[in-house]
């Protein structure tokens, strides 16, 4: 097991929703902040959200803020992502990520292998 390790995906249907976790075995300053990215087939990776470690600070793009949510627990040092209401464009290998948070995407310095997530029609 890496650094940051995902979990949850797989094949789930359009219009269900899809927790992923992220089991986070990496120590990092205080002015870290971890995130999420995807990466659909043949496009670039895409940033999806970021919350700073301390404080919770959530860093999410107003395109994604109605069907993503991450949260984070730092007593089980875990992060997740919530999405709903999948579509077939939400297909892709999803990313968690460390580093730090500026000009409105996460400055990764650590990733983890991802996790597939693949929603059919």
């Known amino acids: 097991q890496g650094l940051l390790a995902e979990s949850g995906g797989g094949l789930v249907q359009t219009g269900d929703s899809l927790t992923l976790s992220c089991a986070i075995s990496l120590q990092f300053g205080s002015t870290y902040a971890l995130g999420w990215f995807r990466q659909a087939p043949g496009k670039e990776r895409e940033f999806v959200a970021a919350?700073?470690?301390?404080?919770?600070?959530?860093y999410v793009p107003d395109s994604k803020r109605d069907r993503f949510a991450i949260s984070r627990d730092n007593y089980k040092n875990t992060l997740s992502l919530r999405i709903t209401n999948l579509s077939p464009e939400d297909t892709g290998v999803y990313y968690c990520?460390?580093?730090?948070?500026?000009?409105?995407?996460?400055?990764?310095?650590?990733w983890g292998q991802g996790t597939q997530v693949t929603v059919s029609s």
């Open positions: 990520a460390a580093g730090t948070y500026s000009r409105e995407t996460l400055q990764a310095q650590h």
């Open positions: 919350i700073s470690w301390i404080g919770g600070a959530e």
